[in-house]
């Protein structure tokens, strides 16, 4: 992989997240790789998709986002901090997506960059069918990297939680596969809540492993 | 039901999703329900959970969100527009959660109120096992009302999509189970992208329908 972005959302630097991310940041760029990193909460990156977003309004009557994403990417003029986040997808060759499990899903600063920076016209276009396999990210690669409080076992098929791999299909399908990009398997790290120094530097060698192994 | 509580999260109130929210409010207060509303947008709520929702900190050195919760809400000392929207939780009998469907889950600003006001000690207590069905809500009703842009079909079990009931699961079992509500079935608006006028007058009706239709 020539380019690399990582989008990260959890708050405290110091914590598994921030020991995982730094990891990930070194093992990529010792290889060559050009890492690029959106840190939502360092950024204080605006998670509330709103009108304010559309500068230049296609309909100023009634606020419909989706019509307003298409008009804004075809007269380039969506909300300077969206653009930027755009370059950025537009220039990986994978995107990286990390961050702690909270409620099972994604914390809302980062629910909001993909309702946010994922706008129709970018990554979609449901009119003419790109979607899936025709989405307009196709031929980039994506990886989430989750760290759960749990163990695995609430998290097994029949478990409790149900199988968590399931429990982020509207992330890993709906989402990022809707889009055209090649999901990678979700590396997960369980029993993150608490856990102990050696456990945590081995999860993080473990994680740098897993780095290494994605083919170009 | 003598209380409830709608959650509401769409930006645009000349919207279908303005039309469900009036609707319920008239069904509602007709019947003699006491109806408070968290209309998110219009609160501009603080949608990312950070260490400001904690004045009285726990431990300052380090930021772990679940001990900040547990801390504050055993010494009530949590942000204030989080103590009123627990306020407003504990008095209902009937959380109504109403949202259009982005990216097959909840919009930010939603995602962000269930992070900061659903706080650990108030909702459950990993600690002592109080999840499930010994959560800290149980005795509470929730119900999830969505409107999705796409057609039903799409979402049909085995289509490209997936089954919606099953998408929205993180929300349903994992979070508002958990915490020991008892979960209605989901009432889902389909096809809600560019509604013809009737359609969504017969929709509001169906709506109302169902509302009445909920057991004290």
């Known amino acids: 992989m020539e380019n690399v972005l990582i989008v990260y959302a959890a708050p405290e630097p110091k914590s598994l997240n921030g020991a995982l991310?730094?990891?990930?940041?070194?093992?990529?760029?010792?290889?060559?790789?050009?890492?690029?990193?959106?840190?939502?909460?360092?950024?204080?990156?605006?998670?509330?998709?709103?009108?304010s977003d559309f500068p230049n309004r296609w309909d100023t009557t009634v606020f419909d986002p989706a019509a307003e994403q298409i008009h804004a990417i075809a007269t380039d003029s969506i909300a300077p901090d969206i653009a930027t986040e755009i370059e950025k997808v537009r220039r990986a060759d994978l995107l990286i997506v990390q961050f702690p499990i909270w409620w099972t899903s994604m914390p809302a600063i980062l629910k909001g960059w993909f309702d946010r920076v994922f706008a129709q016209g970018f990554v979609v276009n449901v009119g003419t069918g790109?979607?899936?396999?025709?989405?307009?990210?196709?031929?980039?690669?994506?990886?989430?990297?989750?760290?759960?409080?749990?163990?695995?076992?609430?998290?097994?098929?029949?478990?409790?939680?149900?199988?968590?791999?399931?429990?982020?299909?509207?992330?890993?399908?709906?989402?990022?596969?809707?889009?055209?990009?090649?999901?990678?398997?979700?590396?997960?790290?369980?029993?993150?809540?608490?856990?102990?120094?050696?456990?945590?530097?081995?999860?993080?060698?473990?994680?740098?492993?897993?780095?290494?192994?994605?083919?170009?």
């Open 21 to 51: 991310l730094a990891a990930a940041l070194k093992t990529l760029t010792d290889q060559g790789t050009c890492v690029e990193v959106s840190d939502l909460y360092g950024m204080k990156f605006k998670a509330v998709l709103d009108a």
């Open 130 to 216: 790109e979607v899936y396999g025709r989405g307009l990210l196709r031929g980039k690669k994506a990886l989430v990297v989750v760290t759960a409080g749990s163990p695995a076992e609430l998290y097994a098929p029949g478990g409790p939680h149900g199988d968590l791999h399931e429990l982020l299909r509207p992330l890993t399908h709906n989402l990022l596969q809707f889009c055209g990009l090649e999901v990678l398997p979700t590396h997960v790290v369980y029993n993150a809540a608490g856990i102990a120094p050696d456990d945590a530097d081995r999860e993080v060698e473990m994680y740098q492993d897993r780095l290494l192994a994605i083919e170009a």
